[in-house]
């Protein structure tokens, strides 16, 4: 990193030296299975101290990028950073995104920009922790998904009374 500046660069397996891929602040990136296109997310801080974010796509991916969408921070579960996954077909990228007190999987389309729902947990709280995955098909996506429900509880005799 330098100047807070986030930067992707790849590394041959072989343990030659890495590669500067990007460094316009990119972060999290998922590389066509062709490699003829990287899609990357932007960080930006905004006013209030929350991280909106971009996704974009570089075609090649070293070359000039072009944003997808912008996805406002209160969409970002606070606890991770929006990390894409890309489909096999490359058509889509699934990211788990906030709604209000839930989590739910969201397809974002490479091809037009457009979104689609993928889950409804509402009105359960759930949490969708970490990156999801795509079967070898892509008609499925795997994901950690966590339930929020909770008691609680009074906690007594811990301490001597005085």
Request: charged share 20%; proline share 6%; net charge negative.
């Amino acid at each position: 990193m330098l100047h807070d500046t986030f930067q992707i660069s790849k590394t041959p397996v072989n343990g030659r030296t890495p590669v500067l891929v990007r460094n316009d602040n990119a972060c999290v990136s998922a590389l066509a299975a062709d490699g003829s296109v990287l899609y990357y997310s932007v960080p930006h801080l905004n006013g209030n101290g929350i991280r909106d974010y971009e996704i974009r796509a570089a075609r090649p991916e070293n070359g000039s990028s072009v944003r997808l969408v912008q996805v406002t921070g209160d969409r970002v579960p606070h606890w991770q950073v929006l990390q894409p996954s890309l489909s096999h077909d490359g058509r889509w990228l699934a990211l788990p995104l906030a709604d209000g007190a839930t989590t739910n999987l969201y397809l974002l389309s490479t091809v037009d920009g457009s979104w689609r729902q993928a889950t409804d947990f509402s009105p359960r709280r759930t949490f969708t922790v970490r990156r999801v995955s795509w079967s070898s098909d892509d008609h499925a996506l795997y994901a950690a998904v966590g339930d929020g429900d909770a008691d609680v509880v009074l906690i007594e005799g811990l301490f001597p009374v005085r």
